[in-house]
């Protein structure tokens, strides 16, 4: 039995403050991720601070122009009801949807759920086994062993994991931003430069430093943003993480792409942009599939799939061609 204190957060300042100075100090909003990493013994901090008692972190805001802020303790079931949310980002509210299960939902965060930890089974339940997310320096069990949901973009010997946020993909594809609060004051931090890929230490999975606290996501009004879709792929239809997903917005004149932008979960340490594809894509007709799937393979000329997931190389794309077709319904 791990022993903690337990505090709630007074104010911001404070919070911060303490996080910063003490290394054995976590903040804790839904605790659907930390508690089950606190009884797997990933993590012992000594003490908890419970930032549900901040003001204002749980606001939802639509903006006029066309754009959302959504606060870091807003709960996912709750922005995946709110009207706004639905009406301009679908993708959103699919990656949330199709997340974890009704009662996690209610308790879980928007904050923590862009920072839960891999679903590595070694990271997770390998207690003694090597790994160097849970235990730097001590190797990666995944490498040559259970890798069949581990990453085909961007690993490294020290790490396969991916990253296993639904939303996280939403966001990446939609451009948002991390709106951060640390002792130096706010920064936003874009999507794309949050999460981390492992290189020789994949202990941090993101670029949060000691007292920085999530405010909350700002998400840019996109064209694309209305005709979207996130198709997840997943072992059983419900209550379980992705092998492959993927984030689709698309903007189209007629039949014809004008702009699309493609993120894709369950392939990397973090959501993995398909920068390629989305240039490839502009121009081509809906209607071409086999148009269609040649630019989404630009995307796939580098994946670099391990012993046991290279079925995911085909999976993932095409998971991106129904996921873009599917928004690109809904234009
Ligand atoms: C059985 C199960 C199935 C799941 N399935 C899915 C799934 O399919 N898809 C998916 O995306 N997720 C899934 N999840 C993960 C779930 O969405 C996350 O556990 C949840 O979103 C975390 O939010 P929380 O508020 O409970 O975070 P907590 O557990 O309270 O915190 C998680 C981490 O975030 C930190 N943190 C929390 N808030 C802040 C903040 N404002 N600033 C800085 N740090 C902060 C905490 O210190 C901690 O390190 C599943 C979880 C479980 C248990
Ligand atoms: S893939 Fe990463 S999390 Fe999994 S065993 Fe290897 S080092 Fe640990």
């Known amino acids: 039995m791990h022993a903690f204190t337990f505090v709630r957060a007074s104010d911001p300042r404070s919070a911060i403050a303490a996080h910063a100075t003490d290394r054995g100090v976590a903040f804790i909003a839904g605790g659907t991720d930390l508690v089950g990493l606190i009884k797997d013994r990933v993590t012992r901090p000594g003490r908890l601070i ?18 959302l802020h959504i606060g870091a303790l807003a709960r996912m079931s709750d922005v995946a009801a709110h009207p706004a949310v639905r009406r301009r980002t679908p993708v959103v509210v699919e990656s949330l949807l199709l997340a974890a299960s009704g009662q996690l939902r209610n308790m879980a965060s928007i904050g923590g759920n862009i920072v839960q930890r891999t679903r590595c089974a070694y990271f997770r339940d ?10 730097p320096g001590s190797g990666c069990s995944a490498l040559h062993g259970l890798n069949r949901s581990h990453a085909i973009f961007g690993w490294s010997e020290s790490c396969v994991a991916t990253h296993p946020s639904d939303l996280a993909v939403a966001l990446t594809a939609l451009d948002a931003a991390v709106h951060v609060r640390g002792l130096r004051g706010d920064r936003m931090i874009a999507f794309s430069e949050f999460h981390r890929l ?18 909350g996501i ?36 007629g039949r014809t792409i004008q702009s699309v932008r493609l993120a894709m979960g369950g392939v ?11 240039a490839a894509l502009r121009g081509l007709s809906l209607d071409d599939r086999a148009g269609l799937r040649a630019a989404i393979a630009t995307s796939f000329t580098n994946a670099q799939p391990l012993a046991r997931n290279a079925f ?20």
């Not at 390998?126 to 235990?135: I, V, Y």
């Not at 492992?198 to 405010?215: H, Q």
Request: glycine share 6%; charged share 30%.
């Open 198 to 215: 492992p290189g020789d230490t994949p202990e941090k999975d993101n670029v949060l430093e000691r007292g920085d606290l999530i405010v």
């Open 218 to 253: 700002e998400v840019p009004a996109r064209a694309e943003a209305r005709a979207s879709h996130y198709l997840k792929v997943r072992d059983r239809q419900s209550y379980e993480f992705a092998l492959v997903s993927t984030a689709a917005a698309v903007a189209i004149d």
């Open 268 to 278: 990397a340490h973090r959501p993995w942009r398909l920068a390629a594809a989305e």
């Open 126 to 135: 390998g207690d003694g086994l090597p790994c160097n997310k849970r235990t």
């Open 50 to 67: 419970d930032i549900n008692t901040l003001p204002a972190m749980d606001a939802i805001d639509a903006r006029s122009d066309g754009s």
């Open 312 to 331: 995911k190389v085909e999976l993932a794309q095409r998971c991106a061609l129904r996921a873009l077709q599917t928004a690109g319904e809904r234009a």
